[in-house]
């Protein structure tokens, strides 16, 4: 099977700008996680997918929203962007909802200047 | 916010030597996971320890738990230079991982060849 692909790989935005980000899981897997990693903060949770219904998010601002499709895929969407979302945004996906072994993609690596 | 701490945070040693990486983390949990990440992509889960179990062992990787320490540890025997990378732990709450993989900052690991 082919692994969970991310796009785009590396992203340079300015400050105040939008940005959304994209996530194929692994074929048959329902359930789409992303997370945020930082040198300073580390890996960081921000929300799952399933079914194309938020099951749950972590504590980030409201800049920050994702969305699920019918096919599983997912996009996640940074508005009004800060220096601070520099950062590589992980995607991990499971065949279900609150499965404990998560599969990661790539990641994103995005520079806001 | 952080859930694990995995000391330490840097490890250089020769090949063929055994790592240990140690995890601590804060409150009760269902799972604990360690993951690798090679040069800032993405993560590869290695194995996975229940709250209710000790020891795990997979090729030449063996964890340990200790929940009435809160504590984790992974043990790499016969190092690679392929090992190189960095290691961090993850932990599943109980209730069905309501909030995700928990993480901790991650042990950078350097094989010497």
């Known amino acids: 099977k082919a692994g969970v692909t991310q796009t785009p790989r590396y992203l340079i935005k300015t400050r105040g700008q939008q940005v959304t980000l994209s996530c194929s899981p692994i074929s048959g897997h329902r359930s789409v996680s992303w997370y945020q990693q930082t040198p300073g903060q580390g890996l960081q949770f921000l929300f799952e997918y399933f079914s194309e219904t938020q099951r749950n998010k972590g504590n980030f601002p409201g800049r920050f929203s994702g969305r699920q499709f019918s096919n599983s895929r997912s996009e996640m969407n940074v508005s009004t962007l800060e220096l601070g979302d520099s950062a590589l945004y992980l995607c991990?996906?499971?065949?279900?909802?609150?499965?404990?072994?998560?599969?990661f993609g790539p990641g994103t690596r995005l520079l806001v200047l | 916010s952080q859930q694990g701490e995995e000391d330490p945070q840097a490890l250089s040693i020769q090949e063929g030597e055994n790592a240990t990486m140690n995890c601590s983390y804060k409150?009760?949990?269902?799972?604990l996971q360690w993951y690798r990440q090679n040069s800032g992509r993405g993560l590869v889960h290695l194995i996975l320890i229940r709250s209710n179990e000790r020891e795990k062992h997979s090729g030449r990787l063996r964890v340990t738990l200790d929940t009435s320490k809160k504590s984790s540890s992974l043990l790499i025997t016969a190092s690679r230079a392929a090992d190189t990378a960095s290691y961090f732990c993850a932990t599943v709450s109980p209730g069905g991982g309501a909030d995700g993989l928990t993480f901790g900052k991650g042990t950078h690991l350097i094989i010497q060849p």
């Open positions: 409150t009760s949990i269902n799972n």
């Open positions: 991990a996906s499971s065949p279900l909802a609150g499965e404990e072994t998560q599969y």
